[in-house]
Structure formats: structure tokens, C-alpha cells
């Protein structure tokens, strides 16, 4: 069974067409990286989700349970880790935990989760704090464990690492991985292209409510077509012919950074057309395609 | 099949929002309806008597009781509803498996329960202050006061939804709640009008929940306590439907 199944979705706002037709799975226990620009419909898809918005048409499910007809199941299933710091400024961390707990059903049997969650997110210090005391990476924290106060199978971080230090990154990391090889599936959107690539197995990337590519992250990397041969030259080089010129990407006093097509440009015929201009070549090194690359590539055509 | 550990949840944690401020949400408008009849009552005590045998502090303490009760309803779901929008932890609710009723029930629940605080606190206070005579019928007064919570109490829900910001929730607090509660007969009897303004005042839903409460409280009023149950009721019933259809439709909370 998928753990998020997505057919057909349409969701207007007014004049805006958020999402068009879109259909994607994540499979079950995997980690799924969601990425597109702004205003891609990353957020509403995630609000459909959640059941914070209300698709026009078409069919999603989480663990197999309809968001709309068997929504109790499908909220039960899944945790949502919102990208805004928003809290209750009324309750500490621990009243809202089990406040949260409540809400799902679950009463004085999270407790004994409660305190587990608090250790594992390194709040204890901060359980009776209230959340205005918090710093935002703390605040952080208790989103998420807010989020996983009912154990659901499936999560959702928008954003988790938004503005926050490179320690609190690291400590997310290292629990979002957790997590999975605990195996929950996790589903990321996330801005920092390194972070997905790092993190992810899965990949999707939509761009003004459709879906431009779905696949394994390796395979997304390597159906990017481009990569760069990166050149360190004897001496600054004359002019460059034609060819060379309409790849040529970077230049320094002594280097030159050629992007190649992965199918139509041998790297031997392009080393030959170098030589040919009376220069050696001291070193050189070939840079595989980041994700970033494939996304502004995928993105710049759907567009 | 009912989320009843979460609609108790919900509910317990509405009340324990107002607790938490509780100087704000249940002493301040017990002093403010306090004020309000030692002010009148020191004025008007010997000049004027709305029913025979009935001087105006205890005339007035009924009024004040529920005008304070059903303000605090209103206030109570409203502004929790558009603090948690504005802040955007509505979120939290949201995402949980809770149906629109369940969030109708523990939002209303909670708006009654500080509207009879309230007017529990307002009317043990008076009793130090005025003479007044032991409640003619318990049952009434509970029933007038339960339901008049509950409406103002949907009131709120509406009210707390419906706003965008809190400049709204001003504007229907003090252009539709305050006016209908001050315009009910808390502070006269309707039959002291002028006929336009009496006949007027019929159609003030309020006047019926301020009449029942007094009717309770006294034993008098100025129309059958059963006609005003009724109209009461049936007001608190219209409200709870327009409520329930903007939840279930996800109006301005649901995208």
C-alpha cells in the first residue's frame, strides 16, 4: 500500500490554479523529498494532506484512508510539522504535548511517549517552559514532536530547517533519518536543494501545479543531461572557436569550466579541440549534475 | 462514532485558557457589572420600581447577571477562535480527527461554562450588596442562562471564524452584541417604552433570554417564560445550524 496516494487533484484560490491535475505515490516507508519554486502548490498539496485545504477534485488518501470521506483515519495517520513557529501562548511545551495527545484520541497513555518524545528532541529542560521562552530552534523541536505526539505512520516537514543554525539542522537530520529507519515515511519540502539531496530517496518536483518529474534520486541526477569538465590550463588561452565557446560556462586566467551534453559531447573531442589551441592541460576533473541543477533545468522547462 | 477524549480535550483546554487568565476572563467583568449596579442603584433606587414589590437593585441584578454571562460566552470562543488564527496554531485543531460538531461542542461547551462562572461570580457579589430574594425557580434560571450562554456562545464561533482580523471581531462585538444586549431590557422593562420601541424590542432575541433569567431570578417578567425558553431555544438552534454549516464547510478555517 502507498502511504500518500494522489490522483487527479485540482485546487483553485480565485484567479490562482494551485494545483492542475496532479497525481503522485509515496510509497511506505520511504523518504520523499517535494520540491518545487514558490507558489509551485508544494503547500497546498501539503494542506490537502493534512486537511487544512479542500481539493476541487480529484482523489487523495493517506495509509489508504480518503482525506475527506475517512478523514479520522487519515489525520490519525499522518503528522504535520507546519513551516511558521506558530504555537498556543497560553500552555508550556508539556501541557501542549498532551493537549495534542488529546486531540487524537489518545489520553493519559501518551504520557509515558510524551516523556520519551522530550528526551529524544532534548526538551526536558524545556517541558514546563512556556513557548514564548523558547528559542525558534526549540520552538522547532516542539513542532515536531507535536507532530509525532500520536505516532503516525507518515510525516510531514515543511520546511524543518528554515532559519534555523547548523547544529539544530544536524540534530533534525540525524532524527528525521531516525525516523525513517524507524520506518515512518517521511515526506520533505524542503528550499535547500543539498538538504533533499542528502536526505531523500524519492523525489518530486512540481512547478505551477503540475508534477515535472517523479522518480528515484539517482535516477533524477543521472536523466539531468548536462555536466561540467572543469579545465586547468599551462596558460591563459586565445580565443576560443565556436564550439568551445557556445559550452563554455566559467572562465579564469588559466581554467575553463565547459558544460556537456552527457550523450553529444565525448569529453576526448572537446580535450583534442582545446589542445588544438597550443595550450597543455595541467589537470582536470568532470562535476556530476547537483539537484539543483536538475531542478532549475526541470523547472526552466515546464515553464 | 463520537472523538470523545478529543472534544474533552478541546474543551478542557478552552477552559483551561481562560482559567489561566482568570483576573481577565471572570473578575474584571464581575467588577464591571458591579460597577454598573452600584452606579444605577444609587441613582435610581428610590425613584424608580419596575414591578410592585420589587426594588430596582434586585430588578437589576438578574439583567446585569446575564448581560455579563452572555458577553463572556461571546468573548470566550471568539477571541480564542481569532487569537488561534491569528497565530496560526488553529493548526493544531485542524489537523486533528475531530468532526465539525465535536469543535462546535467543546468551543460552545467551554463559552457556557465561563458565562455561568461568571454569572455565578456576579451574583454572589450582589448578594453582598443589594436585598435580594431567594431565585424563585432554579430550573428556569439554569435553563435561560444555559441556552443564552450557548447562543452568545455560537455567536462567538461565528464571530471568531468570520473575522479576518480583530478589528472585525470589534466591530461585531460592539455594533451587534453589545447594542442587542444593552437594548434587552437589562436596565428597564420593555413595557416602560414607547410602543415603537417595545414592539421593537420583540424581535430582539436577547430581550427573551434577559426576561427568562429575571423570570427565574423573581419571578416576573414581561412575557410567558415559556414563549421566551421558546424563542430562546429556537434562536440558540438557528445559530447552532448557521454555525455547524460554516464548520462543516470549512468556512474561512478550511482552504
Known amino acids: 500500500m502507498d502511504a500518500v496516494l494522489v490522483r487527479d487533484v485540482h485546487k483553485r484560490f480565485a484567479a490562482v490554479q494551485a494545483l492542475r491535475g496532479l497525481s503522485l505515490t509515496i510509497p511506505e516507508n520511504s523518504f520523499f523529498g517535494l520540491l518545487g519554486p514558490n507558489g509551485a502548490g508544494k503547500s497546498t498539496l ?36 507546519p513551516q511558521e513557529l506558530v504555537y498556543d501562548p497560553f500552555f508550556t ?11 487524537f484520541g489518545l489520553g493519559r497513555r501518551a504520557r509515558p511517549w510524551i516523556d520519551e518524545l522530550l528526551g529524544l528532541l532534548a526538551l526536558e529542560d524545556k517541558a514546563d517552559a512556556n513557548m514564548h521562552q523558547l528559542s525558534g530552534g526549540m520552538k522547532r523541536r ?82 539531468h543531461p548536462y555536466r561540467l569538465l572543469c579545465l586547468t590550463l599551462d596558460r591563459e588561452p586565445p580565443a576560443l572557436p565556436d564550439p568551445l565557446q557556445a559550452r563554455l560556462v566559467e572562465r579564469g586566467d588559466c581554467q575553463l569550466t565547459f558544460r556537456l551534453d552527457r550523450h553529444g559531447d565525448p569529453v576526448g573531442a572537446i580535450l583534442d579541440q582545446v589542445r588544438a589551441l597550443g595550450v597543455e592541460i595541467v589537470d582536470l576533473h568532470l562535476e556530476e549534475p547537483s539537484l539543483e541543477e536538475v531542478f532549475v533545468h526541470l523547472t526552466r522547462e515546464a515553464a | 462514532m463520537i472523538n470523545w477524549v478529543g472534544l474533552y480535550t478541546l474543551f ?21 457589572a458591579l460597577l454598573y449596579l452600584l452606579v444605577f442603584r444609587t441613582v ?36 480564542s477562535l481569532i487569537q488561534s488564527k491569528m497565530n496560526g496554531n488553529l493548526v493544531f485543531v485542524l489537523v486533528a480527527p475531530l468532526s465539525s460538531l465535536e469543535f462546535f461542542l467543546a468551543f460552545v461547551g467551554a463559552a457556557i ?36 450562554s450557548a447562543m452568545l ?31 434587552s431590557g437589562v436596565f428597564y422593562s420593555i413595557h ?4 415603537f420601541w417595545e414592539r421593537l424590542s420583540l424581535f430582539n432575541p436577547f430581550f427573551y433570554m434577559i426576561d427568562g433569567v429575571r423570570h427565574g431570578f423573581l419571578g416576573v417578567s414581561d412575557v410567558d417564560p415559556v414563549l421566551a425558553l421558546a424563542i430562546t431555544a429556537g434562536s440558540t438552534l438557528a445559530v447552532s445550524a448557521l454555525c455547524l454549516a460554516l464548520l462543516a464547510k470549512g468556512y474561512k478555517i478550511r482552504h
Open chain 1, 93 to 103: 511545551v508539556r501541557e501542549l504535548l498532551r493537549l495534542q495527545a488529546g486531540y
Open chain 2, 12 to 32: 478542557a483546554k478552552e477552559v483551561w485558557r481562560f482559567l489561566k487568565v482568570v483576573t481577565q476572563t471572570v473578575l474584571t467583568p464581575a467588577v464591571t
Open chain 1, 142 to 223: 516542539v513542532l515536531i514532536a507535536q507532530a509525532l505526539v500520536h505516532r503516525p505512520p507518515v510525516v510531514v516537514l515543511d520546511e524543518p530547517t528554515a532559519g534555523v543554525d547548523v547544529e539544530l539542522r544536524q540534530a533534525l537530520w540525524a532524527l528525521t533519518r531516525r525516523l525513517h529507519a524507524e520506518g515512518h515515511t517521511l515526506i520533505l519540502t524542503t528550499h535547500y536543494l543539498e538538504e533533499a539531496e542528502a536526505l531523500c530517496e524519492r523525489i518530486a518536483i512540481i512547478n505551477r501545479g503540475r508534477l515535472v518529474a517523479l522518480d528515484d534520486k539517482d535516477a533524477l541526477l543521472a536523466r
Open chain 2, 44 to 79: 435610581l433606587e428610590d425613584h424608580v420600581e419596575v414591578y410592585p414589590g420589587v426594588g430596582y437593585g434586585a430588578f437589576l441584578v438578574p439583567g446585569l447577571v446575564v448581560m455579563t454571562m452572555i458577553q463572556n460566552a461571546f468573548a470566550n470562543s471568539s477571541s
Open chain 2, 192 to 195: 416602560d417604552l414607547p410602543p
Open chain 2, 113 to 148: 461554562l465561563r458565562g455561568l462562572l461568571v454569572g455565578v461570580v456576579v451574583w454572589a457579589v450582589a448578594l453582598a450588596l443589594v436585598d435580594l430574594p431567594p431565585v424563585h425557580s432554579v430550573a428556569w434560571l439554569l435553563a435561560f442562562s444555559v441556552l443564552g
Open chain 2, 153 to 183: 456562545g455560537v455567536l462567538g464561533v461565528i464571530a471568531g471564524i468570520w473575522a479576518d482580523k480583530y478589528d472585525q471581531l470589534a466591530a461585531f462585538q460592539n455594533f451587534l452584541i453589545l447594542p442587542l444586549s444593552f437594548l
Open chain 1, 46 to 81: 501539503i494542506g490537502i494532506l493534512a486537511g487544512l485545504v479542500r481539493a476541487d477534485s480529484g482523489e487523495v488518501r493517506v495509509c489508504g484512508h480518503d482525506v475527506v470521506q475517512d478523514y479520522r483515519r487519515a489525520r490519525a495517520s499522518l503528522g504535520l510539522v
